[in-house]
């Protein structure tokens, strides 16, 4: 088998519950997303995060939260 790199992203920038009810949003959602991905073989995750509402954000903390 010739070598493969999986790579995730599960939140994107712009879905909302209200376009799927799995999409992980929270710091916590989104961590165990990627853990499960990286599971099943993923070695790269493109990450994301939100703030309380929802919208995209850049908020190092949210970011540094998810992370840890």
């Known amino acids: 088998m010739e070598k493969l790199i999986i790579t995730v992203a ?6 909302t ?12 959602e989104i961590a165990e ?11 790269i ?3 994301h995060v939100r703030n309380d509402d929802a919208s995209a954000s850049m908020n190092f903390d949210k970011f ?5």
């Open 10 to 15: 599960p939140t994107g920038a712009w879905p």
């Open 17 to 28: 519950k209200k376009d799927t009810p799995h999409i992980p949003l929270t710091p916590k």
């Open 64 to 68: 540094k939260e998810t992370v840890t």
């Open 33 to 43: 997303e990627v853990y499960q991905c990286w599971k099943a073989g993923a070695s």
């Open 45 to 47: 995750a493109h990450i």
